[in-house]
């Protein structure tokens, strides 16, 4: 049920950002400034924090229940950055720095958590988005769960909000995303993801 997988260690800094899987996804527009970012000793993908972004110009859409599994590190925390979102709802995004005030973001239209303190570390971010049933993880542990409202993801855009704004000062690895409720192996993702990327859960 990997419905497409984005791993910038695998590619050469132009677009489009290959979906791994082979469904053809790709990231097809927008811009990056490569990947000469690093995420411990992984080639990583590069956004400036100004006007890089990539997105699914198809909008290709995944209806609820699916699950989404990201690695990235923020160099900055001012301004706000958003990290992924939707591509077709400006107000659906996924992980989100508010200016390091309000630290990370999880949104599907109701469905938010906020706390912390900012930091640049790398992170792994997980959300399983099933309605009333919905779950976010932080770096291997639950953070939240909640009602996620009914929608599918509408195409995904990497490195700014969905209207293409709020940019993330990112070195960004790796997206996973399911077709389906993933929670009986979500261990199993982040486990990938933390040996893959060097994150401990």
Do not use: C
Not at 51 to 75: E, K
Not at 87 to 98: A, C, E, I, L
Not at 123 to 134: E, K, Q, R
Not at 138 to 156: K, L, P, R
């Amino acid at each position: 049920d990997l419905y497409s997988r984005y791993d910038f260690s695998e590619e050469d800094g132009s677009l489009p950002i290959v979906d791994q899987t082979g469904n053809g996804n790709d990231l097809d527009a927008g811009q990056i400034s490569g990947v000469g970012a690093s995420i411990n000793g992984n080639q990583a993908g590069d956004f400036d924090g100004v006007d890089d972004q990539v997105n699914d110009s198809s909008n290709t859409s995944v209806p609820q229940p699916h699950t989404v599994a990201i690695v990235y590190q923020l160099r900055s925390l001012s301004p706000n950055h958003f990290v992924l979102a939707d591509n077709g709802d400006t107000y659906y995004y996924y992980v989100r720095d508010d200016d390091g005030v309000d630290d990370y973001w999880y949104s599907a239209r109701q469905f938010n958590l906020t706390g912390g303190s900012g930091d640049t570390e790398t992170h792994i971010v997980s959300w399983m988005f099933d309605g009333s049933n919905s779950v976010a993880r932080f770096d291997g542990t639950q953070v939240a769960t909640g009602d996620a409202g009914a929608s599918a993801i509408n195409g995904v855009r990497l490195g700014a909000r969905s209207d293409g704004t709020t940019n993330a000062d990112m070195a960004f690895g790796e997206a996973l995303i399911y077709n389906g409720d993933k929670s009986g192996i979500i261990g199993d993702i982040e486990s990938y993801l933390s040996d893959k990327w060097g994150v401990t859960l």
